[in-house]
């Protein structure tokens, strides 16, 4: 989790906020599946704003391979819900 939201904090473009005239403080909901390969999959964004959850899809697609979570020593599929949080001035 600590590792995931420093990629975020490293890779969201906040200037995405200029292009497009977003201001203000803005809650972008994410959820993606961890498959049993380590893969992240299903990946789902909310937003009022098109280009932040795009921009958020981006970065999701950054975070690389995962260990997969496990159930009695075997892989299983692990759901992974987070907001991203930005200012955008």
């Not at 599946?33 to 009022?48: A, H, N, Y």
């Amino acid at each position: 989790s600590k590792s995931i939201n420093q990629i975020i904090r490293k890779n969201f473009d906040a200037r995405v906020g200029e292009r497009y005239g977003i201001t203000g403080v803005n809650r972008i909901p994410v959820q993606f599946t961890i498959d049993k390969s380590g893969q992240i999959t299903d990946v789902k964004v909310r937003s009022p704003y098109k280009a932040l959850e795009d921009e958020a899809r981006r970065v999701i697609g950054l975070i690389p391979l995962m260990e997969p979570g496990r159930q009695r020593e075997n892989p299983v599929k692990v759901k992974f819900s987070l907001p991203i949080t930005v200012k955008l001035d």
